[in-house]
């Protein structure tokens, strides 16, 4: 069995006078005190197991006091250690975290780093957009420029076209009445026309030589008329034309029998021109009377 201690503190008090002494040991019962013990003193009692001997308890007290004077040193010893472990643990973690940081640090400096490159690039972007926007602005206010000029030299176009519609309008209606005078002018041509060849063919029909001097020089003297013949190949309009020119015109025929026609017209096989043309079909000589073969 473990070993015990007991302590127990005495105190005698010195009784006064007229009052009864009552000693008493602190934690026991009260016991008799011994009439020599003087007033106010104090001892200690130590009382150890039944049996023990005073050299053993002597003996277990060192025994503790050593303990006790190892125990202090072993237990800053453990909380130094449990300390230093703290310490490290703590050391590691902040280290730890301060790696993490410088990490976290350097990869958002990085990151930092790229944004800003990003805002660069789009600072760029924007200006040279900005500059493209502002060259577009400047054409599209030249273009509006021209425009408003275009939309006025439109308008000036079709003024001028409408005043111009407005002319040939009036043109066509001056030309209208002009085609209309100019045909009735051909008209009354082709009726003085008519008269004259008509005035003419009675000229002719009343005056008629009957001597060979009355025709020019090489013009031969037929009936009643005289007739130029030439050799000179022509068309039919170069024909008219020439006899035009001579103040006379192609033999008109029609009142002739064939026997009466001249000889070396008749007796040759050269083609001669006359007053015959081809008018829509129908043959009519130049003189406008229709004829009858």
């Known amino acids: 069995m473990a070993e015990s201690l007991m302590y127990a503190e005495l105190q005698v008090t010195k ?5 009864s002494t009552s000693p008493w040991v602190q934690g026991t019962a009260p016991v008799s005190a011994a009439p020599h013990q003087a007033d106010g003193t104090y ?33 800053l010893l453990a909380a130094c250690l449990v300390l230093l472990i703290t310490t490290i643990t703590l050391g590691v973690c902040y280290w730890q975290q301060g790696q993490r940081l410088q990490q ?33 602005q400047e054409e599209l206010a030249q ?19 409408h005043r111009r519609d407005v002319e040939l309008q009036d043109t066509r209606v001056q030309l209208k009445e002009t085609k209309a005078a100019l045909e009735q002018a051909q008209e009354h041509s082709w009726d003085l026309q008519q008269q004259l060849d008509e005035a003419a063919i009675t000229q002719a029909r009343a005056w008629t030589c009957q001597v060979t001097d009355c025709c ?27 006899c035009e020119d001579q103040f006379s015109q192609l033999l008109v025929s029609w009142e002739w029998e064939r026997t009466t026609m001249p000889s070396f017209l008749t007796n040759t096989d050269t083609s001669f021109w006359i007053g015959l043309r081809q008018d829509q079909g129908q043959w009519t000589w130049i003189d406008g009377t229709s004829s009858k073969e």
């Open 43 to 75: 001892d200690n009692f130590q009382q150890g197991p039944v049996g023990e001997g005073p050299a053993r308890h002597r003996a277990r007290q060192r025994r503790e006091r050593r303990w006790r004077g190892r125990a202090l040193p072993l237990i």
């Open 143 to 161: 273009t509006r420029v021209e425009l408003g000029q275009a939309r006025q030299e439109g308008n000036r176009s079709q003024e001028d076209l």
């Open 15 to 19: 009784p006064s006078p007229g009052r």
């Open 216 to 242: 020019p020089e090489a013009w031969v003297l037929h009936h009643g008329k005289c007739l130029y013949v030439t050799k000179e190949e022509k068309t039919w309009w170069d024909s008219k034309r020439e």
């Open 104 to 136: 976290t640090s350097r990869a958002h400096i990085v990151e930092r780093d790229g944004l800003w490159q990003q805002v660069d690039v789009r600072e760029q972007r924007l200006r040279q957009v900005g500059a493209v926007l502002g060259k577009t």
